[in-house]
């Protein structure tokens, strides 16, 4: 990114809210004695924060749907 000419955030404020619903099954998984258990319990009182989005509330023209699956675009 450094050495970029231009820089685009596509970074959209509701991302935490959508993709808490995918990662906490995962992060909740994370045994005590994992060298990551640390990072995921951190991860996890992060999610606390928010309220979350379902991704039927996602727009489907969404970028974030790149990642979430149902976009109406072909890739």
Partial sequence: M???DIMFNSALVYEPAVLMIFA??????????????????????FFRLFVPIFRDDVPHNSI????????????
Avoid: H, K, M, W
Wanted: charged share 25%; net charge negative.
């Fill in 24 to 45: 906490q099954r995962f992060l909740l998984e994370v045994p005590r004695d994992d060298p990551g258990y640390p990072e995921a319990y951190r991860l996890l009182q």
């Fill in 64 to 75: 974030l749907r790149e990642f979430i699956g149902g976009s109406t675009f072909n890739y």
């Fill in 2 to 4: 450094e050495t970029a």
